[in-house]
Structure formats: C-alpha cells, structure tokens
C-alpha cells in the first residue's frame, strides 16, 4: 500500500478496502460464508489462474510461429527477388544485344516482338484491342513511301 498526503488529508491505496470497518466486515462475511461457496471460490480462482497459464503459454507460442513465418516470409521474398533480378539482367542484355543487331526493313519484326497479340494474356486494364489492330494491320502490310 502507498501512502499519500493531499491537501492535508492522509490516503492509503491499496488494492482492498480502505475503511478498517470495512476489512473486517469483508472477513467476517468471507467466514460466515458456506463451505461450498468458499470452496467454488477456490476452485474457480483456480480454474482462472490455469486458464490464464495456458493462455500465457498458447501467446508465447502464437509469437514464435509468427515470427518464424516472418522470417520464411522474408527468405521466400529475398529469392524471388534474386531470381527477378537475374531474369531482368538477362533480359535487359537480349533487348541490348537485339538492339545492336538493326537492319533496315525489319522494324515490324521487332515490333511486332516487343508486343503481347494475346488478348487474353494482357494483364493491362486499359482496352488496347484498337491499336494491337493496327499494329497487325501495319505488320501486314507495312507503310511504304
């Protein structure tokens, strides 16, 4: 119990009743109570402290789980970035090395590599079905001046 002076007048907390009358009538009631009362009491105090165990124990467990899937999580990501990476490089080094190689009358071709004709594979949510048209168009019969 602490202790405290305010405004002159001294208090006491605690987790019980402060009144010393009332102390004493909350034991005098806790005796006066049945056998079976008391022992419920017991028995369910009992009952609360397992529970709130194995609710200690179930959250400790929870938090390790967690973690561990964080960290696989993170691994899992950390590899599909590498292999992102490695993919991107080599494709970054095709497109260069494809780039080099320019002759004239293949521009259609390459064109026609860089875009997706599959209207169902497109992932896009713009409606391009209007210039993928017109590209095929051109690759078939290109412009000529």
Do not use: H
């Amino acid at each position: 119990a602490v202790d405290g002076v305010v405004n002159g007048d001294v208090y006491q907390e605690s987790n019980g009743p402060t009144d010393c009358y009332a102390a004493i009538s909350q034991v005098d009631r806790l005796q006066s109570e049945p056998e079976s009362i008391r022992k419920w009491r017991e028995e369910q105090k009992e009952r609360l402290e397992q529970l709130d165990a194995n609710s200690r124990k179930q959250e400790a467990e929870w938090k390790e789980k967690a973690i561990k899937d964080l960290e696989e999580w993170y691994a899992r990501q950390d590899e599909k970035l590498e292999k992102t990476k490695a993919s991107n490089r080599a494709a970054e080094e095709a497109f260069v090395n494809e780039a080099e190689e320019v002759f004239p009358g293949t521009e259609w071709e390459r064109v026609a590599q860089l875009c997706d004709f599959n209207p169902k594979s497109s992932k896009q949510a713009k409606d391009v079905s209007r210039m993928r048209s017109v590209l095929i168009s051109l690759k078939q019969a290109p412009l000529v001046r």
